[in-house]
């Protein structure tokens, strides 16, 4: 020990009580300085792990909002697919194939594994489907899985048509429930929906990644989808996209990895709102940064919504949130402050040596802290300028509508500096309408607490505003980070993309010609389905063939020079094709050259002119014949126009009219017509109503003299489109005047027919009145009888002639009225015996009526005499007249005494009854007895017709 040490050492009377009283100030002083030390840098922690926590917030964020952008514009193609079926009739394999190309895959939906359109199928449809398909050149292709569903959904269309996708071709995703499920939201709900989780059926053995998709419905053209049941009526199918969720995210993500990378952060995707491992979509590998020891993860789970779907988007980040340059602040603080309290520890034993160190030390230290501060400012400034380099408006605002802060991008589309805005209500920033109506979307995803989308129109400009509620710590929405993009030129855009694709398929697909492109060295490159169609091939057959394989004209060392030099001049020609089958048929070529993003091609229109040359043949015969018709026809025949101009007229006419050709052309319709005629202006206008005109009008000859003609005339349209109209005239005198003669002939010949038919009428009603003279002076009974029922007979003939002479019929009469009489005319011999008719109407030749009048006359007058031997009451005759199974049933019954026993009407000598079969057999009907309890039923069948 030195000298000086044990001075020290030694105590001082007057310093005994200080050295214990300046080891405690300066043992107080330095747990003073280290847990100060310590606060501060805790303190310091806490805020840089806020704003870590802030960063690590806006990056999951920006991924969630990034995949939504996605999402979206995933669904505006699948919008385009569906647009297009709704602006074509049809849409072939080859429509989606361009279609599906102008979507440029590569830069615009790197990730997406394809696009493609699955048709809905009635079960009786299946058959048909699947052979329509082999006929585009798919020999094996079916619906798989194979077996009878109620309804089957076939991938159809899938582009690219390469590599995995080949394996979804027929695939029918009706008979997976999770795809099924998703395809029927999107009906039902007109809705872009995305499916949940699947495996796709492009995954092979190797790299099997999670799978889903995307529909969008396609309905019928022209059927209303109102209404649920609408839609599900008017379903055609559905356009979607599948996707492999590692190759969707990780493209999805390209340009935020040095983001991600640099924070540590990985995430994790689940189907729904759990994170089981089944329901796992993506799960990203672990970054480069490691997690600190024994510090817990930091995690964050974002609901993302997209097509009536939620995923769980699971982020995590190492337990130590700050970066090294933070961690170095915090522990810089630490052993700043302690290294400050040793300093001010030493102070306390060595002032004046270290005093001046220390405000060295303080200096350093202020410097290291402001050097923080920068640091610090500096991330905010990097912050700003992210934000401020997104071509999106981007706002921040709180649950008040004050705006918080807000990029350069949205300041200069509100047309205000940045320092204007912030802190101001977006009610006075924005329109009132437009803030009226944002304001439903902003509280909806402040009140919910989850993002949402919406578009909207605000001067002229579509916008997305896409809504990101920030929770605050007693877990309610207190901002909202707002996220606006103008979608109005890529809307326009896909609009005209649609537009031209519908307007290319309606001018190529519709044409009626054979439209083909060919190379400079003949090969066809593009072809429409009329060519196809009339040379025999299919598409995928005919492209890449050369001219020469149905164009023998066209080959050889001649064949290139004579496109080049058509594409130089254009040219229309005649030549020879030849369809696959080997047939030839006559062609006329329109060719013109075209370019191409800088190649030349010949665009060449075929139009099959076989018809037209044999049109052509047929038509100069058909002339041939029509003008020796023409000439050799015996009616005047007459070609003119509806003015009334004469084209041309046959020999005949000229024979008719005494004129020559030229005099009947140059007179007109005016100098052949009588003008005086007034059914010329009816009969003119019926042809102009109806294009024809059949009738009587009055003709002039050269001579002056008129004479009626019988006209037929029609109007037509010749092969140049003019109308025209024909004329054939008969002259009718000769014809009229004996058809005249005819019909006083006629009137003749029925005015002495019916004197003929009164004077035999007056005979029978003469010869009548001799027979019951007769029979009043007859003195015996027996011939009394005779006479009268001869009486009877006769008269029924008479009364037959009354009828027809009173009818003014010669044929035809009513059997019924002829029968009622006949029974009337025999009342007087009655009595008191009832006479009951029943009788339906019946008209029939006059020549059968005569007959039955006699066969009812007959067999009432028998039961006259012998069914009723006792006149008392309550004796009736019946007679009735029905039609049955075709045929006529007169029927006579009494209810008389009956005929005696053993009565047989094969051995009866009765001469009436002998007469009743004679006359049914002269009618060609038939006679018999009906049995009965009490008196006679007699029954006559007859036909209808005239006898045999």
């Known amino acids: ?174 008979s997976e429930p999770v795809r099924r499920a998703a395809m029927e939201r999107a009906r039902d709900q007109n809705r872009v929906v995305l499916s949940g989780k699947v495996q796709l059926v492009q995954e092979t053995d190797t790299d099997v990644q999670a799978g889903l998709f995307m529909f969008v419905s396609v309905y019928r053209r022209g059927l209303p989808i109102d209404t649920v049941e609408q839609r599900r009526r008017a379903i055609f199918g559905w356009v979607y996209s599948p996707y492999r969720m590692t190759d969707f995210i990780d493209n999805s993500l390209k340009g935020m990895e040095d983001m991600l990378k640099g924070q540590g952060i990985t995430l994790a995707i689940f189907d729904g709102t759990g994170t089981s491992p089944d329901s796992l979509l993506y799960g990203s590998a672990p970054r480069s940064r490691g997690a600190s020891v024994g510090a817990a993860p930091a995690t964050l789970s974002l609901a993302l919504d997209f097509g009536e779907s939620r995923w769980t988007l699971r982020f995590e980040r190492p337990g130590d949130l700050l970066s090294p340059a933070e961690s170095r602040r915090v522990w810089l603080i630490f052993f700043g402050g302690t290294m400050l309290t040793l300093l001010i520890v030493g102070l306390a034993y060595s002032l004046n040596r270290t005093q001046e160190n220390a405000r060295a030390m303080a200096r350093k230290m202020t410097a290291q802290l402001r050097e923080s501060e920068a640091s610090l400012r500096e991330s905010r400034e990097n912050l700003g300028a992210a934000l401020d380099a997104s071509e999106e408006s981007i706002y921040l605002i709180a649950s008040d509508g004050t705006l918080l802060a807000l990029n350069t991008v949205a300041a200069g589309r509100l047309g205000r500096p940045v320092k204007d805005l912030v802190g101001h209500r977006s009610g006075e920033i924005f329109p009132a309408d437009l803030e009226e109506r944002r304001r439903p979307h902003l509280e909806r995803a402040l009140n919910e607490g989850r993002p949402t989308s919406y578009e909207e129109e605000a001067e002229g400009r579509l916008l997305v505003n896409s809504l990101y509620p920030i929770v605050g710590e007693e877990g309610r929405a207190e901002r909202l980070a707002i996220y606006s993009r103008d979608i ?65 004209r066209w080959s050889g060392e001649s064949l290139a020079p004579r496109v080049r030099s058509l594409i130089a001049r254009p040219e229309v020609f005649e030549t020879t094709h030849q369809r696959k089958d080997g047939s030839l048929f006559e062609v006329e070529i329109n060719a013109v050259g075209v370019t191409l993003q800088g190649r030349d091609y010949l665009y060449a229109a075929a139009r099959d002119i076989t018809e037209r040359k044999n049109v052509e043949s047929v038509l100069k015969e058909s002339e041939d014949r029509y003008r ?140 009548s009145s001799l027979v019951s003279l007769a029979a009043s002076e007859a003195s015996q009974e027996e011939s009394k009888l005779l006479l009268e029922e001869l009486d009877g007979r ?122 009743v079969q004679g006359l049914a057999k002269q009618i060609g009907g038939s006679f018999g007895m009906m049995p009965v309890e009490i008196g006679t039923r007699w029954l006559l069948n007859f036909p209808l017709g005239p006898a045999e």
């Open 488 to 552: 109005t030129d890529r809307r326009k855009s896909q609009e005209e993309v649609a537009f031209l694709l519908a307007r290319y398929h309606s001018l190529l697909e519709t044409a009626s010609d054979g439209i083909h492109v060919l190379d400079t060295d003949g090969n066809l490159v593009e072809a429409n389905a009329a060519f196809c169609s009339m040379l025999g091939y299919g598409r995928d057959e005919i492209i890449g063939l050369n001219v020469a394989a149905w164009d023998r």
């Open 628 to 767: 020796s018709l023409f000439e050799s026809a015996l009616d005047a025949i007459l070609l003119t126009a509806p003015s009334g101009e004469i084209l041309t007229a046959n020999k005949a006419a000229c024979q008719m009219f005494g004129m020559s050709e030229a005099q009947i052309v140059a007179g007109g319709r005016g100098g052949i017509l009588d003008g005086s005629d007034p059914r010329l202006g009816p009969a003119l206008e019926e042809r102009r109503i109806s294009g024809r005109f059949y009738g009587e009008l009055t003709f002039r000859r050269a001579n002056g003299e008129k004479f009626p003609g019988e006209i037929s005339s029609n109007v037509f349209v010749d092969r140049r489109g003019e109308a025209r109209t024909s004329m054939q005239i008969r002259d009718v005198t000769e014809s009229k005047a004996t058809l005249a003669a005819l019909h006083e002939a006629l009137a003749t010949n029925k005015n002495l027919l019916g004197e003929l038919q009164h004077r035999v009428k007056n005979s029978f009603n003469l010869i």
């Open 1 to 174: 020990m030195t000298d000086a040490g044990a001075e020290k050492a030694r105590p001082q009377p007057d310093e005994g009580p200080s050295l214990p009283l300046r080891l405690l100030f300066v043992l107080g002083l330095l747990i003073v300085g280290l847990g100060l030390s310590a606060f501060l840098a805790e303190k310091e922690k806490s805020r840089l792990d806020g704003a870590a926590l802030h960063r690590f917030q806006v990056v999951c964020d920006t991924v969630r909002h990034t995949l939504d952008e996605r999402l979206m514009d995933a669904a505006q193609f699948l919008r385009s697919g569906a647009a297009l079926f709704d602006t074509a009739n049809a849409v072939s394999r080859r429509d989606w194939r361009v279609f599906s190309t102008s979507l440029d895959f590569g830069d615009s939906l790197s990730g997406i594994q394809g696009i493609g359109f699955s048709e809905l199928i009635p079960r009786d449809g299946l058959a048909a489907h699947e052979a329509k398909i082999r006929a585009e050149g798919f020999p094996e292709y079916s619906v798989r899985p194979s077996g009878v569903r109620p309804q089957y959904s076939a991938i159809v269309y899938l582009e690219p048509f390469v590599g995995r996708n080949l394996r979804a071709f027929g695939y029918d995703m009706f």
């Open 794 to 915: 006769v008269m029924s003939v008479a009364r037959l002639y009354t009828l027809l002479y009173a009818s003014g019929s010669f044929e035809e009469i009513r059997l019924d009225s002829y029968c009622a009489e006949v029974v009337a005319a025999l009342s007087p011999l009655a009595g008191s015996i009832g006479l009951e008719t029943k009788m339906d109407p019946l008209t029939i030749a006059a020549k059968t009526a005569a007959p039955i009048g006699l066969i009812a006359t007959e067999l009432v007058t028998n039961s006259l005499k012998y069914a009723f031997p006792e006149k008392r009451g309550g004796q009736t005759i019946r007679l009735s007249l029905r039609i049955e199974g075709g045929e006529g049933r007169l029927e006579v019954a009494d209810n008389g005494e009956g005929l005696p026993p053993g009565f047989s009407l094969a051995s009866s000598g009765g001469t009436g009854l002998i007469l």
